[in-house]
Nanobody
C-alpha cells in the first residue's frame, strides 16, 4: 500500500530550524515529483516547495525562499524539508505530497506534521 509518513515537526523558537522528513513506500519513488505543502488554521493550503523526480530542480514559494530547502534521498525513499530562520507565520501543518511525473492522477498525501514557531 502507498504510504507517505511525515515526521520531524514540533515547537521551535523564532529564528530556529527544523527538518521535516517524508518517508515513502508502496510506489516507485523515483518516478514521482515531491512537494511540501502547509496549511495554517483558517488559511488556504500553500505550496511550499517542489523537487522533481530526479532531484534535479527545486522550486520554492516566495514566502520561504532562501530559508527552506527541499531535498530527496533515493536510497531512503525520503523527501526532506529543511526549515531555517523560522517565523511565527511558518506555523502550520506541513504535508508531503507525491505525484507521478507523467500520470498526474497518481497523487498521494501524507498525514501531516505540526510545526509551531513561537517564543
Amino acid at each position: 500500500q502507498v504510504q507517505l509518513v511525515e515526521s520531524g515537526g514540533g515547537l521551535v523558537q523564532p529564528g530556529g530550524s527544523l527538518r521535516l522528513s517524508c518517508a515513502a513506500s508502496g510506489f516507485t519513488f523515483s518516478m514521482y515529483t515531491m512537494r511540501w505543502y502547509r496549511q495554517a488554521p483558517g488559511k488556504e493550503r500553500e505550496l511550499v516547495a517542489v523537487i522533481t523526480s530526479t532531484g534535479g530542480s527545486t522550486t520554492y514559494a516566495d514566502s520561504v525562499k532562501g530559508r527552506f530547502a527541499i531535498s530527496r534521498d533515493s536510497a531512503k525513499k525520503t523527501s526532506y524539508l529543511e526549515m531555517n530562520s523560522l517565523k511565527p507565520d511558518d506555523t502550520a501543518i506541513y504535508y508531503c505530497n507525491a505525484q507521478h511525473r507523467t500520470f498526474k492522477e497518481y497523487d498521494y498525501w501524507g498525514q501531516g506534521t505540526q510545526v509551531t514557531v513561537s517564543s
